[in-house]
């Protein structure tokens, strides 16, 4: 892998994690255009989703610190009898439906992760998910009008949307695109759908990270590709810090419908060079 490939494949990784284009979809792609074996850059997998993870970490810092505090003292309420208080401390309450969403997720990685990995063995898949993807976008375009925040969301959205991020799995199916789909056809205010989407991304992405670990591990890396691989993951850090800032004004202002067009268009092309080709 050259730097050229690593830069390219960082940038792709960074912006498509978080806009609705589907990541893993275009990575794909780009892997068998650019005839990268992927047994050989498990662990570049690896660290470009440990990139992404520094970009939300950075845009949700303050968010992430409070989850952490209110964390601890949960565990305090919980030790000395006082409860949960849900109603009372909503980063708690916000904290709590995190863990919700990601449990549906989980269930369904482990469960149909090998289904999902032969489905990338074509690209006919990933075309059809990028179409599919284009639709939920329009969908979700039309929703999410209401005003609903953490204060009113219930256990049955956050499962709702940790399903679909599950679903969204499958190739060519955008996580960030189908999360903020759910989000809003639950009918959460567009502000919070948003640091809701990427703040479960948190779990998601570091599960695919240890997923994928221990194979990278074993499989190991060629020491003359530390520099390409440590320049993608940087790459990836930057261009997902950028997709983050780019989708929360674009969900503000309702314009997620510009990124069905382009997953359609993209989503036809990889349809039509799978059967003809």
Known sequence: MTYFEAVILGLVQGLAEFLPISSSGHLALLQQ??????????????????GTLISVFIVYWKDIWELIVELC???????????LR???????????????ATIPTAIIGLLFNDLFDKL?????????????????????????????GIEK???????????VQGIAICPGISRSGSTLFGSLICNLDRKFA???VFLISIPSILGSAVMEAPDA????????????????????????????????KIVSDKKLSYFSYYVWALGAIVVLYSIFA
Not at 86 to 100: F, N, S, Y
Request: glycine residues 10%.
């Open 194 to 196: 948003v640091k809701f």
């Open 33 to 50: 255009w650019f005839e990268i074996d992927e047994n050989k850059v498990l662990l570049f997998a690896v660290l470009l989703h440990v």
């Open 120 to 148: 990338y063995t074509s690209v006919l898949p990933i075309g059809i998910g990028l179409i599919i993807t284009g639709f939920l976008l329009v969908l979700a375009e039309r929703t999410g009008n209401s005003s609903r």
């Open 86 to 100: 849900l109603e009372e401390r909503p980063v708690r309450k916000l904290g709590v439906m995190i863990i919700v």
């Open 73 to 83: 003292l949960t565990i305090k309420d919980l030790c000395t009898g006082k409860g």
């Open 217 to 248: 591990i074993e499989a190991g890396i060629d020491m003359a590709q530390l520099g390409p691989v440590l320049v993608g993951m940087v790459v990836a850090a930057v261009s997902g810090l950028i997709a983050i800032k780019t989708m929360i």
């Open 153 to 163: 969301m219930n256990f049955r959205n956050a499962l709702f949307i940790g399903t």
